[in-house]
């Protein structure tokens, strides 16, 4: 029973160009959504958030768009750069603020070239 | 400040051994998680903590056991290691309204 879904295991694109990576959820119950950032040999770091209040939210060169009636949220990256190859992990929760768990998806390896 | 401190990074014990993996945050944040991250599967939640003496189950804590005795620590406790349990595992801690900080896991081989 797979509550956060990334089904696109890997994406590829070029450097400058916009980086679309997707999830859904199934959990109508989830309140606030994260994603998460990992390097090889690293922990997951922190990204990007938005409470299900907001439709979009934007830092730098990172967006975070949530569709509430498609249980869809969306990671832009814009413009991508090498540095950005990593995968990237998005997490749900009902309730972030009583210290509730984070639910993450399967992730998705970015690779952003040259 | 050191943030989470998760040890051994690197461990092979054989099938039926135990060991615990060791999990420390001097962030003094409440909330304390372990996750298993398995290829392709992400991460799953094994166990976590909102407090000192409060534990509760995840998604997949058959297995495993822990212990919550201080607010800096959160072991992990593998009692008969099984070839299933081979993983790498991450410790992560957050405050109330705060996102989760992640150590840089424990890679674990039961053969």
């Known amino acids: 029973d797979q509550q956060v879904k990334q089904n696109s295991p890997s994406l590829s694109v070029q450097e400058g160009r916009i980086s679309i990576l997707n999830c859904d959820y199934t959990?109508?119950?989830?309140?606030?959504f994260l994603w998460y950032k990992k390097y090889p040999a690293e922990g997951p770091t922190f990204l990007i958030s938005i409470s299900s209040i907001k439709d979009k939210n934007e830092d730098g060169r990172f967006t975070v768009f949530l569709n509430k009636s498609a249980k869809h949220l969306s990671l832009h990256i814009v413009p991508s750069q090498p540095g950005d190859s990593a995968v990237y992990f998005c997490?749900?929760?009902?309730?972030?603020?009583?210290?509730?768990?984070?639910?993450f998806g399967q992730g998705t390896e970015l690779s952003v070239k040259p | 400040n050191a943030g989470v401190t998760q040890t051994p990074k690197f461990r092979i014990l054989k099938i039926g051994q135990s060991m615990t993996l060791q999990c420390a945050q001097d962030?003094?944040?409440?909330?304390m998680y372990w996750y298993r991250q398995d290829p392709g599967m992400g991460l799953k939640l094994i166990y976590y903590?909102?407090?000192?003496?409060?534990?509760d189950k995840g998604e997949v804590p058959n297995g495993y056991n822990v212990s919550r005795s201080t607010t800096e620590d959160f072991p992990l406790r593998l009692e008969l290691a099984a070839p299933s349990q081979t993983s790498v595992y991450f410790c992560a801690s957050r405050q109330v309204n705060s996102p989760l900080h992640f150590g840089n896991g424990t890679r674990l081989t039961v053969t």
């Open positions: 959990n109508s119950m989830f309140d606030y």
């Open positions: 962030m003094n944040h409440n909330y």
């Open positions: 903590s909102v407090g000192a003496g409060i534990t």
């Open positions: 997490a749900a929760t009902a309730d972030y603020n009583q210290g509730g768990k984070l639910i």
